[in-house]
């Protein structure tokens, strides 16, 4: 029975560890029954299910995954919390501990040897200073998701999901609309953690595409394309990928494709749709 949603319990089992919190790996665990529940809810984990469960912590969401996967593998970088995981997740044989660093784990040779290949469900309350790079490194590496259920800054979820012409719209919002359908299923006070950070969070879903909602024949190029134009945000689209040291595409080129699309000269990245970045790149790609 998962226990570590109450916080007394929470306390019990820090204090019994005599674990002290490291502000290197931005540790807020969740003490609130019901966030834990609308996690799991969200994630529609079933017993069919293999899950990911990146920073488990001292294993609060950790049981209760345990209780509705067929199989867990649990990502934790901190070696302290070791022995709190023994612990707390003794009475559960399904489910595997992993000390490491999760961009430093080979996903696909895990989902293969746990599920057999078949798309993973990832769920996490997300360090807040590594968000990005750990959403980034799961889509674009490609690996069999079926999708990725976050705690993250309330900051970081609004980016995730807005669109053109929002101070908050950049790279962030592109790459996940792109790779996946984005919804927000709560917002989290300060107060359901321990110990308590100073943002609100919020808990998003993303579910993967099969097929990405736009066409464009090198990805790759397109996102270069996109950092370059949201790099330098207040220059036009010309001069930002033009300065850019990633692209490497002439003047003439790039100046060529926006008269070509027929934007005028001063247009800038930041007020193109997902579907405008991927026909300008497509265009700009044709003159290489």
Do not use: W
């Not at 397109?222 to 990928?241: D, E, H, P, W």
């Not at 991927?278 to 290489?288: G, K, N, R, V, W």
């Amino acid at each position: 029975m998962a226990y570590l949603g109450n916080p007394a319990y929470t306390m019990a089992v820090l204090e019994k560890h005599g674990f002290r919190f490291q502000k290197k790996y931005g540790q807020n665990f969740l003490i609130d029954t019901h966030i834990l529940e609308k996690i799991i809810g969200a994630a529609n984990i079933t017993k069919d299910d293999f899950v990911i469960e990146i920073g488990p912590g001292i294993g609060t969401m950790t049981q209760y995954l345990c209780e509705a996967a067929r199989e867990v593998v649990a990502v934790e970088i901190d070696t302290n919390l070791l022995p709190v995981l023994d612990d707390t997740l003794k009475d559960y044989d399904n489910v595997t501990v992993i000390n490491e660093d999760i961009l430093k784990v080979d996903i696909n040779a895990l989902v293969n040897e746990k599920n057999g290949g078949r798309p993973a469900k990832v769920v996490a309350n997300l360090p807040y200073y590594i968000t990005t790079p750990i959403i980034m490194g799961l889509f674009e590496s490609h690996v069999p998701i079926e999708s990725i259920t976050i705690m993250v800054q309330k900051e970081v979820a609004d980016r995730m999901q807005v669109g053109p012409g929002t101070k908050d719209y950049g790279a962030l919002s592109l790459a996940v609309q792109y790779y996946s359908k984005p919804e927000v299923i709560c917002t989290v006070s300060p107060a359901c953690f321990v110990p308590q950070p100073k943002v609100e969070s919020t808990v998003i879903k993303l579910t993967k595409y099969d097929k990405p909602p736009v066409e464009i024949s090198d990805e790759s190029f397109m996102f270069k394309v996109i950092r370059a134009s949201f790099n330098q945000r207040r220059k036009t689209l010309a001069n930002g990928l033009s300065n850019s040291g990633e692209l490497n595409v002439p003047k003439e080129n790039i100046i060529a494709t926006i008269e070509k699309l027929g934007y005028p000269a001063s247009v800038r990245g930041e007020t193109f749709t997902l579907e405008e970045f991927a026909a300008f790149s497509q265009a700009l790609l044709e003159t290489l």
